[in-house]
């Protein structure tokens, strides 16, 4: 869930939009993975038209912010241990 982890952490900083190429993927197979994590509720607002696709509308649920939320706290926990 490391790619969907910083995907999402991505999306939510608006400071940088991620890509196929950012994560070894091809074109289709990360359309594909986003679009997994909007169906299982983590993101919303991704734009298609056509073939063309992007994630600079997209934001995250309120289920997208806690699994961040969660993680940030885990690995803080995790770090200290």
Do not use: W
């Amino acid at each position: 869930m490391r790619v969907g982890y910083s995907v999402l952490k991505e999306i939510n900083e608006k400071t940088f939009t991620p890509c196929a190429s950012d994560y070894g993927l091809t074109q289709r197979e990360f359309e594909n993975f986003v679009l997994f994590l909007e169906h299982k509720g983590f993101v919303e607002r991704v734009l298609r038209v056509d073939d063309n696709f992007s994630l600079n509308p997209a934001r995250l649920t309120k289920k997208g912010i806690k699994l961040l939320e969660d993680k940030e706290l885990y690995s803080n926990s995790a770090e200290e241990e």
